[in-house]
């Protein structure tokens, strides 16, 4: 096992890795930009090395001073949590030839599932179901309209080189198509470097499951069930829960062996996540794999009993994962929100500043991930995140009622934050009926 | 443990705004507390490393800084060598007059020597860090009284 391990991340992720590793008896070594010195994860890690200034170019995202850090700490590994450098196959490759222990999957597994239309392209040879699409890039506005006929609208422009929701665009027909086509590959050359665009048949109102994959470095991988991400706004998650809410055993069996299927035909090695979009026929289709731990994986811990943090170091500390698929427990229901530090009321713009006031709820069934205390500011530098507020309950009811009893305790002011978006949420009858669909968040404010 | 060394901490709890350290070395340990501050105690996570820092507001000014020192900081993570091999000379010392571009010590970083040279015209004043310990990005390196 790990002796030291340098947290190449900041903010609520970070303070996630420390807890693990203090409880796993490893010490901990915790990077920050000149905007973070007071930040808590700088104060619980055991060691604190300034690497920058607080643009994230300058700090958690540069590499050598992070390699520097890790060597001059003299630490054996590096968990690069979620974003920042989590999914950049570059860095991953660095720490290796450092030999520093990458905490998460392999430089390949990250390349190939960074490409969009490969990963399809893998799964699809796997035997997975993926959306209906053009097999490669479409280069001229007639093969776009070939392309279209075949799949019969809607159909949706993707970028290749994109991601996260990112130069998407709907068509209903030619003329859009048309047009629409032209635009998309000048937005994605701009965003991404690269113009190429694929088409795929559009899922309309889908919901997004997601399945939980662990996978040792031997060849063994299980699956931890499903999270329903379909609460999003413009493609950014803010609810999730486990289990979903439409999924039957039978369906959740046949999709969690799917992407265990995949994860094995990529060789995926340590903690992913494969994303489907599930139709209103019960048809799932391969999205894209997800190469790091997400931010909505309390979800599956509060289900599974599990501590994913602890199990990835586990796996990249060489252990067999010891769990079989068939001991994988599912008890009880969780839902989480995403506390973030923006006004929902003003389209949800950014609203960094002093935390004067802070009320963390309590209680049995709540759990609460933050970095923040009382008196911390939250700077304008990095993600809004606030808190991820995580409520626990027997039934699927019973966490909703935990969860309306925490918002109402919370308090995360002067600031602007997104808890009484949530509130309405969760007193709205479709979400707690759980018929909702991605389009549930432009519903309830074009409702206002 | 020296005069230098303490020096050093001082510097370190001015820089982050420590209130107390505790360090521990060679079986001789440190504890300096500074006195008569409204300190904000919101948690105790253990001993901090020299490195580590619990947030304070409004620190005195200490002798050097208001003398109108030029701080030379480190504009990268790396160790700390104040001379180009183990036994030669180091480039600088305290007294030294330099020049703009002159090489004042080294930071090694991933295997790599980076020569860290003088933006500023001046005397060595203190030099902040002994030779072979990490330095953090920031951390202030040199004095230098300008000319």
Redesign the interface.
């Known amino acids: 096992m790990f002796g030291k391990i340098l947290i190449a991340n900041r903010g609520e992720v970070a303070l996630r890795v420390i807890r693990a590793c203090k409880e796993m008896g490893i010490k901990t070594v915790a990077i920050f930009s000149?905007a973070d010195?007071?930040s808590l994860h700088?104060?619980?890690?055991?060691?604190?090395?300034?690497?920058?200034?607080a643009p994230s170019g300058n700090?958690y995202l540069n590499i050598?001073?992070?390699?520097?850090?890790a060597?001059?700490?003299d630490v054996e590994a590096i968990h690069p949590g979620y974003g920042f450098l989590a999914e950049d196959a570059h860095f991953a490759e660095i720490c290796e030839s450092?030999q520093i222990k990458f905490i998460g999957p392999t430089p390949e597994n990250i390349r190939m599932m960074g490409d969009k239309m490969l990963a399809k392209e893998t799964m699809r040879k796997s035997g997975l179901p993926v959306i209906p699409g053009s097999k490669t890039v479409v280069r001229t506005k007639e093969d776009a309209l070939k392309t279209a006929k075949t799949l019969k609208y809607p159909v949706i422009l993707k970028a290749s080189a994109g991601g996260g929701g990112k130069g998407m665009r709907v068509c209903h027909n030619d003329v859009r198509l048309v047009s629409s086509f032209l635009t998309a590959q000048r937005e994605a050359e701009a965003a991404f470097g690269n113009s190429d665009i694929y088409i795929e048949k559009y899922i309309e109102a889908p919901r997004h499951i997601e399945i939980q994959i662990l996978a040792d470095s031997y060849g063994h991988v299980i699956h931890l069930g499903e999270r329903d991400c379909t609460i999003q706004r413009r493609h950014q998650k803010l609810i999730e829960e486990s289990p979903s809410p439409v999924l039957n055993k039978k369906l959740r069996k046949k999709m969690g062996d799917m992407a265990v299927k995949g994860a094995k035909a990529a060789g995926y090695v340590n903690a992913g996540t494969i994303e489907f979009l599930l139709d209103k026929n019960e048809n799932f289709y391969f999205m894209e794999m997800n190469t790091r731990i997400q931010v909505e994986h309390p979800v599956t811990e509060m289900v599974t009993g599990l501590d994913l943090i602890k199990e990835q170091i586990k796996i990249a500390a060489a252990d067999r994962l010891r769990i079989k698929q068939e001991e994988v427990r599912f008890e009880g229901s969780a839902i989480e929100c995403r506390i973030n530090a923006e006004d929902p009321d003003y389209n949800f713009r950014p609203s960094p500043g002093l935390v004067s006031h802070l009320n963390l709820p309590g209680g049995l069934g709540v759990r609460v991930d933050t970095h923040v205390?009382?008196?911390y500011e939250i700077s304008p530098y990095y993600d809004s995140m606030v808190a991820k507020l995580i409520a626990y309950g027997k039934t699927r009811k019973e966490a909703i009622a935990v969860m309306q009893r925490a918002l109402e305790e919370m308090i995360v002011g002067p600031i602007k934050t997104t808890i009484p978006f949530h509130r309405q949420v969760f007193s709205n009858p479709a979400f707690l009926r759980g018929k909702y669909s991605t389009d549930f968040v432009e519903k309830i404010f074009f409702a206002k | 443990m020296n005069k230098k060394k303490i020096e050093e901490m001082l510097e370190l709890m001015e820089k982050y705004g420590l209130s107390e350290i505790n360090i521990e070395e060679e079986g001789v340990k440190v504890h300096l507390r500074k006195g008569g501050q409204n300190v904000e105690t919101l948690i105790q996570p253990g001993m901090p490393q020299i490195m580590a820092a619990a947030k304070q507001e409004n620190v005195p000014e200490t002798k050097e800084e208001a003398k109108n020192f030029i701080e030379i900081k480190a504009p990268m993570v790396g160790t700390f060598y104040a001379a180009p091999a183990p036994d030669a000379q180091p480039y600088v010392s305290v007294g030294q007059s330099i020049n703009e571009g002159d090489v004042l010590c080294i930071l090694e970083a991933m295997k790599l020597m980076n020569e860290i040279k003088s933006e500023v015209k001046g005397k060595i004043a203190d030099i902040l860090v002994e030779n072979g310990y990490p330095v953090e990005f920031g951390q202030v390196l040199f004095l230098v009284e300008p000319k």
């Open positions: 000149q010195a007071s700088v104060r619980f890690a055991d060691e604190a090395i300034c690497v920058g200034k700090s050598p001073n992070i390699i520097s850090a060597e001059i700490a450092c205390y009382q008196g």
